[in-house]
C-alpha cells in the first residue's frame, strides 16, 4: 500500500540514499549544480563572517535551532522541548518559525501552549510580534542558515542517519551546507530515530572534528501512543502482531516506519510529500485503510492537520508520540539554556 502522492518524495530519497548503479549515476549527474550550491553558500558565510553583511539582534534573549541537511533531524521536536524547559523556568518562549507548512504552527500551538507561537519569514518582525504578545525569550525553529539574525545560542542538530546518506549539497544530496558549517554552533545536539547508539557516537565524534561546541546526543524515540481523537493513551505493545497502516507526510518518513515496524506490527506504508496538506479524498483514503487494518498509525506533525477533520463513523488512528530522551549532554545543555535568562539584560 502506497500514498496517493509520494512519487516524488520517494524519487527524492532513492537518489539521496540509494547505494545501487543508477542512484549514483544520478546523483553524478547533479554534482555541478550540488558544486554551485556549496559554491553560493560558503560565499555568503564569508560575507557575514567578514562583516560585509550584517547580522541584526533579535532584541530578546534567543535561541536559534537548526540543521545542516534538508528535514528529518528532530529540530522541531528540540525545539519544542526547549520551549517547555523555559515554561518551566517562568518564561514565556516566543517560538519563532519562517512560516511554511500550517503543520509546525499547530505542532507548537498544541505541544507548548503557553508559548507564543510567530509564523512569519521575516524572522526581526516576527520577534518584535512576538515581544508585543508578551514572550520573554525566543526560540527559532529551522534558523541555523540565518546569518542575518544573531541569536544568543546557536544551536545544531544533525542526526546520525543524515550521514549514511549522500554527503552532497542540494540536489545531488540532501546538506544545506557542507558538515564544516557545524564550526559556528554553540552547541551540537545528535539524535538518532533508528540508528543505534554506536552509530550516533560515532557522528558525535564525527563532528567534533568539526567545531569546538559541546556534543550532546538524544535518542527521539516513540514513547506510546494517543488517540488521535479521544487522547487516549497505549502503550507501543498494542501494535505487536496486528496489521498496521504506517501514514505520514513528514521529511524522514523512513525512521516513523522503521520505529512502527519495531513494534512488531505487520506494516503497510503510506507516505505523502513533507507539509502536504491533506484534502478531502486523502482523508477517504486514510479512513478506507482505517477500515481494513488493525490499526492506522501517523506521527504527531500529520496528526494536528487530521484530528478535527476525521470522520466520527470510522475508527480513530494511533498518533505516535517522540520523546526526546537524553543518553549524553543533557546537564550541560540545560544549564546553557538557564544562562540566557539569568544573566543581565542589557537595556
Given at each position: 500500500m502506497t500514498g496517493r502522492r509520494g512519487d516524488g518524495h520517494r524519487l527524492i530519497r532513492w537518489l539521496w540514499t540509494g547505494n545501487g548503479v543508477p542512484a549514483k549515476l544520478?546523483?553524478?549527474?547533479?554534482?555541478?549544480?550540488?558544486?554551485l550550491w556549496q559554491a553560493a553558500a560558503a560565499v555568503r558565510n564569508a560575507a557575514f563572517d567578514a562583516g560585509v553583511l550584517r547580522a541584526t539582534s533579535l532584541g530578546l534573549p534567543s535561541v536559534a535551532v537548526g540543521n545542516l541537511t534538508v528535514g528529518g533531524s528532530g529540530k522541531t521536536p528540540v525545539a519544542r522541548w526547549i520551549a517547555q524547559r523555559y515554561v518551566e523556568m517562568g518564561q514565556i518562549p516566543g517560538i519563532l518559525l519562517r512560516g511554511y507548512g500550517r503543520d509546525e504552527v499547530l505542532l507548537h500551538q498544541r505541544g507548548v501552549p503557553q508559548a507564543v507561537v510567530?509564523?512569519?519569514?521575516?524572522?526581526?518582525?516576527?520577534?518584535?510580534?512576538?515581544?508585543e504578545r508578551g514572550a520573554t525569550i525566543l526560540v527559532l525553529d529551522d534558523a541555523y542558515q540565518r546569518r542575518d539574525v544573531q541569536p544568543d545560542l546557536n544551536v545544531l542538530v544533525v542526526s546520525a542517519e543524515a550521514l549514511h546518506?549522500?554527503?552532497?549539497?542540494?540536489?545531488?544530496?540532501?546538506w544545506r551546507e557542507p558538515l564544516k558549517g557545524a564550526a559556528r554552533a554553540d552547541f551540537v545536539l545528535v539524535t538518532r530515530k533508528r540508528a543505534g547508539q554506536d552509530a550516533a557516537e560515532a557522528a558525535a565524534a564525527e563532528i567534533g572534528r568539526w567545531t569546538n561546541a559541546p556534543v550532546a546526543r538524544i535518542h527521539l524515540g516513540v514513547a506510546g501512543y494517543h488517540g488521535l481523537v479521544s487522547g487516549r493513551p497505549s502503550a507501543p505493545s498494542i501494535l505487536?502482531?496486528?496489521?498496521?497502516?504506517?501514514?505520514?507526510?513528514?521529511?524522514?518518513?523512513?525512521?516513523?516506519?522503521?520505529?512502527?515496524?519495531?513494534?512488531g506490527a505487520q506494516v503497510q506504508v503510506a507516505t505523502w510529500p513533507?507539509?502536504?496538506?491533506?484534502?478531502d479524498a486523502d482523508i477517504a483514503w486514510l479512513a478506507?485503510?482505517?477500515?481494513?487494518?488493525?490499526?492506522?498509525?501517523?506521527?504527531e506533525k500529520d496528526a494536528v492537520k487530521l484530528a478535527d477533520r476525521w470522520p466520527a463513523?470510522?475508527?480513530?488512528?494511533?498518533?505516535?508520540i517522540l520523546a526526546v530522551?537524553?543518553?549524553?549532554?543533557?546537564?550541560?545543555?540545560?544549564?546553557?539554556?538557564?544562562?540566557?535568562?539569568?544573566?543581565?539584560q542589557l537595556m
Amino acid at each position: 500500500m502506497t500514498g496517493r502522492r509520494g512519487d516524488g518524495h520517494r524519487l527524492i530519497r532513492w537518489l539521496w540514499t540509494g547505494n545501487g548503479v543508477p542512484a549514483k549515476l544520478a546523483r553524478g549527474a547533479l554534482v555541478p549544480l550540488s558544486g554551485l550550491w556549496q559554491a553560493a553558500a560558503a560565499v555568503r558565510n564569508a560575507a557575514f563572517d567578514a562583516g560585509v553583511l550584517r547580522a541584526t539582534s533579535l532584541g530578546l534573549p534567543s535561541v536559534a535551532v537548526g540543521n545542516l541537511t534538508v528535514g528529518g533531524s528532530g529540530k522541531t521536536p528540540v525545539a519544542r522541548w526547549i520551549a517547555q524547559r523555559y515554561v518551566e523556568m517562568g518564561q514565556i518562549p516566543g517560538i519563532l518559525l519562517r512560516g511554511y507548512g500550517r503543520d509546525e504552527v499547530l505542532l507548537h500551538q498544541r505541544g507548548v501552549p503557553q508559548a507564543v507561537v510567530v509564523a512569519n519569514p521575516d524572522r526581526g518582525a516576527a520577534a518584535r510580534q512576538a515581544a508585543e504578545r508578551g514572550a520573554t525569550i525566543l526560540v527559532l525553529d529551522d534558523a541555523y542558515q540565518r546569518r542575518d539574525v544573531q541569536p544568543d545560542l546557536n544551536v545544531l542538530v544533525v542526526s546520525a542517519e543524515a550521514l549514511h546518506a549522500s554527503r552532497w549539497c542540494l540536489p545531488a544530496g540532501p546538506w544545506r551546507e557542507p558538515l564544516k558549517g557545524a564550526a559556528r554552533a554553540d552547541f551540537v545536539l545528535v539524535t538518532r530515530k533508528r540508528a543505534g547508539q554506536d552509530a550516533a557516537e560515532a557522528a558525535a565524534a564525527e563532528i567534533g572534528r568539526w567545531t569546538n561546541a559541546p556534543v550532546a546526543r538524544i535518542h527521539l524515540g516513540v514513547a506510546g501512543y494517543h488517540g488521535l481523537v479521544s487522547g487516549r493513551p497505549s502503550a507501543p505493545s498494542i501494535l505487536d502482531g496486528a496489521r498496521v497502516v504506517a501514514a505520514a507526510a513528514i521529511a524522514d518518513p523512513g525512521s516513523f516506519i522503521a520505529q512502527t515496524k519495531a513494534t512488531g506490527a505487520q506494516v503497510q506504508v503510506a507516505t505523502w510529500p513533507d507539509h502536504h496538506e491533506f484534502d478531502d479524498a486523502d482523508i477517504a483514503w486514510l479512513a478506507r485503510a482505517r477500515r481494513k487494518a488493525d490499526h492506522l498509525v501517523v506521527t504527531e506533525k500529520d496528526a494536528v492537520k487530521l484530528a478535527d477533520r476525521w470522520p466520527a463513523s470510522v475508527p480513530e488512528p494511533l498518533v505516535a508520540i517522540l520523546a526526546v530522551e537524553w543518553e549524553a549532554g543533557e546537564t550541560a545543555f540545560r544549564q546553557r539554556l538557564g544562562a540566557l535568562v539569568s544573566r543581565p539584560q542589557l537595556m
